[in-house]
């Protein structure tokens, strides 16, 4: 579409501010230019005013876009790309996903204390007494890499020894040569605690605790939490498109209703 001086202007301020365009932003130009303006202005605003690398916030959307509660493949592709592009490594990018499998857990979490709590309540002990050797071992373990040991993490421990090892083994993995590093882990797994399509609100102050223990600055973790909320675009970004093709499929059925002149 040709552009008037004020599109192009427009179109200029968002890759700008975004660093992409799309069909579903040229529709928007198109049909509703002062909403991109906004969306422009407000997407922008946490890469504009925040300190985080413009790799990291890449990073951040691969895992949003990337995760199995959210699973949008144009953005994962894109973002994969800016990443590559801003300087990260594929075994960074690699690490996101890793970090994006682990998030299956939530729900198991969630899952083993309403079963303690359940056993409780029929009068059951789901706990048992003193930990083994091995399971003493396992637990150790665990807090010398997270430096915690939350209630979930108790409850399997006690419960299946075996399955906590191999949570163990799945969460705590080698870092690889050029890999994330602790403090970018930690910002990646706020933002999937934190993503209105995953919630996970004690998993969320689970890491936010990491971060601070780790030194991240408080102004790091609210630039994570406020780019959570732009998955929310991917409404405009599936349905302009589609609207544009039922509008021009009805100029279509239209013209051809009307017949030649």
């Known amino acids: 579409m040709n552009l008037t001086s004020d599109e ?14 799309r069909p579903w932003t040229e529709g928007l130009l198109r049909l509703d230019p002062a909403f991109l303006a906004t969306y422009a202005s407000y997407g922008g605003y946490p890469a504009e005013t925040g300190p985080l690398s413009r790799k990291m916030c890449e990073l951040i959307y691969v895992a949003l876009d990337g995760s199995a509660t959210h699973l949008f493949r144009s953005g994962l592709a894109l973002h994969t790309r800016l990443a590559l592009e801003h300087g990260a490594s594929a075994r960074e990018i690699i690490d996101v996903l890793r970090l994006a499998t682990a998030q ?10 309403i079963l303690v709590e359940e056993l409780a309540a029929a009068g059951l002990d789901p706990l048992g007494g003193d930990l083994s050797g091995q399971q003493q071992a396992l637990r150790e373990a665990y807090v010398a890499q997270f430096g915690d ?3 979930f993490c108790d409850q399997w421990l006690r419960l299946d020894p075996g399955y906590f090892a191999v949570l163990l083994d799945l969460l705590a993995g080698e870092r690889g040569a050029g890999g994330l590093d602790e403090q970018a882990s930690c910002l990646i797994s706020i933002a999937l605690s934190g993503c209105f399509t995953s919630l996970n609100p004690p998993g969320l102050r689970l890491q936010i605790r990491r971060a601070l223990r780790l030194g991240i600055d408080k102004r790091e973790i ?3 939490i406020q780019m ?16 544009l093709e ?16």
Request: glycine fraction near 14%.
């Open 8 to 21: 192009q202007a427009l179109k200029e301020a968002f890759v700008r501010a975004r660093g992409y365009w």
């Open 104 to 113: 299956g857990l939530d729900g198991c979490n969630v899952g083993v204390g």
């Open 149 to 151: 040991f939350p209630d």
């Open 222 to 224: 609210l630039q994570v």
């Open 228 to 243: 959570t909320a732009h998955l929310g675009v991917h409404a405009c970004a599936v349905g302009v498109p589609v609207l």
């Open 246 to 261: 039922a509008i021009d499929d009805r100029a279509g059925s239209t013209s051809d209703q009307r017949g030649p002149e």
